[in-house]
């Protein structure tokens, strides 16, 4: 069975801004996503996943290298000084390549 190499982007980030992170995240050319509820802590102190105002979300994506550097490189420029958020991209192996 022969895989095919895509990016698997990874973003873990605030609740709040799930609507605007996806329709950015559609408009860099992504063709689908899944997101999860997401808990923990970090720099930014202990987050958790059942209550609105602290509420995290967990968004992948599985795509191409042009699209998951797109992608970074809103995110970053959007985001990172004002939002808690965390984004990280490792290589994967897909089937249906066509379809990420």
Known sequence: MEMTARKLLTIVTEAA??????????????????????????????RDAS????????????????????ICTAMHTRYYD??????YVVQVGVLRPEKF
């Open 51 to 70: 209550w609105g105002p602290h509420a995290n979300i967990r968004i992948e994506v599985l795509c191409d290298a042009k699209t998951a550097d797109a």
């Open 17 to 46: 801004l799930e609507d605007t992170l996806v329709r950015d995240i559609e408009a860099l050319g992504a063709h689908g996503y899944t997101i999860t509820d997401a808990r923990g802590k970090g720099g930014r102190g202990k």
């Open 82 to 87: 004002d939002y808690s958020m965390v984004l």
